[in-house]
């Protein structure tokens, strides 16, 4: 076989997978989860886009015959960390444990083949890698979505407690009071406080249904408040005065963070500004001498 005749092959492959890269990245860019509050354990949430991405429902069926046998051969630690990464990403899509092995069994079923079949016909390694890191579309998905709601959680929750301290002030009790700000600040944290006060409802203590909101949120912020929360009522301290303390602090760790994401942002924006501009600005400068010098460009390229 011609390796010559395989390079037109091998760039449509690469644009493919450049377009389908690109198209996945709007997807997640525009995408916005949300939390389901009648079940919190089984039911399928509502998304601003009730479809599915058509890469996840290609492998999802590709994967589905073997999803039995793949799930017996997992432990319940590995169950339940896939578990809490797709709580703590909301579960987009809808998205449980039995389909995340669809999806993953099916993503190593077709990109580690076509990476194999790259390999083998081509010798192109990059490509190869290419094909085969499409092998953890479902995993980058969780992870947007995770970081996505730990942001949101993050710019909600000092508001949502400087309501509820004043909303316990005029004598509500916290659990009405938690209701009444969730219905009127609806969001991420809205949802998150609704999932917990439906557990209480359900006959979950408080504590309890506070540690399962910290554990399917990862942020500290919240995780500081749940922790007072609790305090507070260990200790018997009155819970307005602890509620406005809390939102000064949770003002002050916004603060923090948002300045420590401004920071790591700036090596990002360096990058990209570098990337864009320094091409463009070497080929002027270079244009710039073989003009001024009027050489002649065919007796460079021997023309």
Known sequence: ????????????LASALVVLTGVYGLYLTRSQTR?????????PVTTKSDETFFL?????????PFTRSVLGSLSTKQ????????????????????????????????????AVVVLLSDNNALLAVMALAFTGLTDLNLY???????????????????????TVSAGMSFRAAVGRVAASMPGVLADEFT?????????????????HLRRRNRNESLSKFVTAIQQAEELG???????????KDMRLA????????????????????????????????VGSMLLGTEVSLGSLFGG
């Open 237 to 247: 301290a009155p819970l307005s005065d602890t509620l406005v303390d809390i939102s």
């Open 56 to 64: 996840h429902k290609i492998t999802e069926r590709i994967g589905k």
């Open 35 to 43: 939390v389901p509050v009648d079940d919190p354990v089984h039911a």
């Open 144 to 166: 947007v979505q995770a970081r996505e709601r730990a942001d949101q959680v993050q710019t909600q929750l000092p508001d949502f407690l400087d309501v509820l301290a004043v």
């Open 195 to 211: 999932i917990a006060l439906r557990q209480m409802e359900l006959g979950t203590s408080r504590r309890e249904a506070f540690d």
């Open 79 to 114: 169950k339940a960390s896939v578990s809490a990464r797709i709580e703590a990403a909301g579960r987009p899509d809808g998205l449980t444990v039995e389909r995340y092995v669809q999806r993953k069994v099916g993503e190593v079923s077709v990109y580690g083949t076509l």
């Open 254 to 285: 916004d603060a923090q963070y948002m300045r420590r994401k401004a920071q790591s942002l700036n090596p990002r924006v360096t990058m990209v500004t570098a990337a864009t501009l320094l091409p463009g600005l070497v080929i002027l400068i």
């Open 1 to 12: 076989m011609n390796l010559l005749s395989l390079v037109p092959l091998a760039a449509a």
